[in-house]
């Protein structure tokens, strides 16, 4: 199967089982967590691509990663009664093994926090107009925003993964609609360029 197509292949079952998961977040939750996991780590795993290895110094940047996966989504879920208790023990257990297994792959530099309220978020959300998210409610995303703002900024989520308190995270709000400002999208990008040169 051509590279393309197993994408495309597992997009269509990660959307659907996306949508089934806001239908029905005690029956599916579990399972979509797992399947977005085993995604991430499948892409995090891959050996960089010719193009980049001919770089001086090469980056890589993820749009989510194996630990946003856990201390954002799995959490939440857990904590907002999604998930079992012993799915979430179940999860943080082959998480946590896992992460440890392949530790020298998955070598990790900084973190980039794109900060908006949750009702910038809403407003996107709709005009993206996904299928599987018109359901999705204002208090899940402030729920959302809570983790985040608890694990990146204020570093009071509990990390089982010590090496992660040392991690260098940049924040950039982006509350406002800069889609058509090009002043303020290369005002981003330097900050972007400027974090990855001092990690």
């Not at 993820?62 to 012993?86: P, Q, W």
Request: neutral net charge.
């Amino acid at each position: 199967m051509a590279a393309s197509r197993l994408f495309a292949c597992i997009a269509q079952s990660l959307g659907n089982l996306l949508d089934m998961m806001y239908r029905e977040p005690a029956r599916w939750s579990y399972t979509f967590q797992t399947f977005s996991f085993m995604s991430r780590l499948k892409v995090q795993l891959e050996p960089f691509p010719k193009k980049l290895l001919q770089a001086k110094k090469p980056v890589q940047i993820f749009e989510r990663s194996v630990y946003s996966d856990r201390y954002i989504f799995a959490k939440n879920l857990f904590e907002n009664g999604s998930l079992s208790d012993i799915e979430w023990h179940i999860y943080q257990d082959w998480h946590s093994f896992l992460l440890q297994e392949f530790a020298s792959q998955l070598t990790l530099h900084g973190f980039i926090y794109l900060q908006a309220t949750p009702q910038v978020c809403l407003k996107r959300l709709y005009r993206r107009a996904r299928e599987e998210e018109k359901g999705i409610e204002l208090a899940y995303l402030q729920q959302l925003h809570g983790q985040h703002e608890a694990w990146l900024v204020h570093k009071t989520t509990k990390l089982h993964f010590e090496t992660l308190l040392n991690i260098p995270v940049l924040v950039l709000d982006v509350s406002d609609d800069f889609s058509e400002e090009v002043t303020k999208q290369e005002e981003l990008m330097r900050k972007v360029d400027t974090f990855v040169k001092n990690l």
